[in-house]
C-alpha cells in the first residue's frame, strides 16, 4: 500500500501524484512471524481441502469398471468417462444444495476441461507454481494490507490442493453443487475453488478501497 500523502500547498498537486506513482516508494517487509503464520494458515487450509475430497470419494464415489483409459481422454463419442462412478448424493438442502461426486478435468468450475491433455498441465502447473511464488514473493515484501495477507494463504492453499489432486489422480475432485431443483444448476466446485474465490474477492475489495482512499486523497491535495 501507498503511504499517506503529505498535505499539499497551493498548485502542487502534479508534485503529490507523482510522489504516488513514484518507483520510489518503498514497502516494509513482513516479519518472520507473519510468514510463519501464513505458511501454517496455509497448510491448515490445504489440509481441510485435501480431507473434503477424500471425504468425497469414499462418501460420494466407488470404482467404476468403464473408466477412461488414459485419464481425462474423450472416447469416440466425445464423451469423458469418469474414473469413478457416483453414489447417492448427500442433499443438504432438498432442491438447492448437495453434496454429489464430479471428477474436473479442467480448471476451476470447469474451465479449460476440454482442451488437449498436454496443454492443460503445462498450463495447470505453470500457473499454480507461478502464482504461489508471486504471492509469496509479495507477501514476504510487505505488498498489499491486511485483505491482501488473508487473500494469500487462501489462494496459496486453493492451488495447491487443486494441483495434488491434478497429480495423483489427472483431474480434479469436486462434490459441492448448487442448483434449483435440477432445472439450473452452478458447476460443482470444492473446498479448494471455495479458497481462492474469497481470497480472490478480498483482493478486489482491497484494491476498490485503496483506489477510493487514493482519489479522495487526491481531491483532498487539489482543495
Known amino acids: 500500500m501507498y503511504p499517506p500523502l503529505s498535505r499539499a500547498r497551493s ?10 506513482e513514484s518507483p520510489a516508494v518503498t514497502y516494509t517487509r513482513r516479519s518472520s512471524k507473519a510468514l510463519i503464520l501464513c505458511l501454517a494458515a496455509t497448510a491448515v ?7 473434503s475430497k477424500h471425504w468425497a470419494l469414499d462418501r460420494l464415489s466407488q ?3 468403464v473408466a477412461s483409459d488414459p485419464v481425462c481422454q474423450p472416447n469416440e463419442y466425445g464423451r469423458i468417462q469418469p474414473q469413478r462412478a457416483q453414489r447417492a448424493p448427500v442433499v443438504l438442502i432438498d432442491g438447492w444444495l448437495e453434496f454429489r461426486y464430479a471428477e474436473n478435468c ?9 482442451m488437449p491433455t498436454l496443454v492443460r498441465k503445462g498450463v495447470f502447473y505453470v500457473a499454480a507454481a507461478g502464482a504461489v511464488v508471486l504471492l509469496l514473493w509479495m507477501f514476504v ?8 495477507a488473508v487473500s494469500v494463504p487462501l489462494i496459496i492453499s486453493g492451488a495447491v490442493g487443486n ?3 491434478r497429480v ?8 459441492v453443487r448448487f442448483h434449483l431443483h435440477d432445472r439450473w444448476a452452478y458447476p460443482t466446485f470444492n473446498v479448494a475453488d471455495a479458497w481462492i474465490t474469497i481470497g480472490v474477492a478480498l483482493i478486489l475489495i482491497e484494491g476498490f478501497v485503496d483506489a477510493r482512499r487514493e482519489k479522495r486523497a487526491k481531491a483532498e491535495a487539489a482543495s
Open 11 to 20: 498548485g502542487d498537486l502534479t508534485h503529490e501524484i507523482q510522489l504516488l
Open 45 to 51: 487450509l490445504t489440509a481441510a481441502d485435501l480431507s
Open 63 to 65: 470404482p467404476s469398471s
Open 106 to 114: 479442467g480448471a476451476a468450475f470447469g474451465f479449460m476441461r476440454d
Open 141 to 148: 515484501t510487505g505488498r498489499g494490507g491486511i485483505l491482501f
Open 163 to 165: 494441483f495434488v489432486d
Open 168 to 175: 495423483r489422480f489427472g483431474y480434479v475432485v469436486d462434490f
